[in-house]
């Protein structure tokens, strides 16, 4: 059984960097079948894909992102991770890791984001 499970931030406040870890077991990150992506649930504006990392390590992120996101892994503890800088309230949410590139099999619970002072 494949599970993720994302870190808690707590509170981010604006213009600070908001770091996920994304601890995957059941599949290794680097098995070469799947990407692993974030996604979130931004009120107001539905769900959005944030990037991804690939088996390779190659990551890909969303173009309305790319400035202030960065996805990374460590292999040796099969977790990848999401930074996005510069938050703003705007970046408040429910934030998802999850395995796949397109169909997305498996998700994580989600953690909640919120960008606050």
């Known amino acids: 059984q494949v599970q993720l499970q994302e870190s808690d931030p707590g509170l981010v406040k604006p213009s600070q960097t908001l770091s996920l870890t994304c601890t995957v077991s059941?599949?290794?990150?680097?098995?070469?079948?799947?990407?692993w992506t974030w996604v979130r649930q931004v009120p107001g504006k539905g769900t959005e894909w944030m990037g991804c990392i690939g088996s390779d390590g190659s990551a890909y992120y969303s173009p309305s992102l790319k400035s202030r996101a960065s996805i990374a892994r460590d292999t040796s503890n099969n977790q990848f991770f999401l930074e996005l800088r510069s938050v703003t309230p705007e970046d408040t949410g429910k934030y998802y890791c999850?395995?796949?590139?397109?169909?997305?099999?498996?998700w994580g619970q989600g953690t909640q984001v919120t960008v606050s002072s």
């Open positions: 999850t395995r796949g590139s397109v169909a997305y099999d498996y």
């Open positions: 059941g599949d290794s990150i680097t098995a070469g079948y799947y990407a």
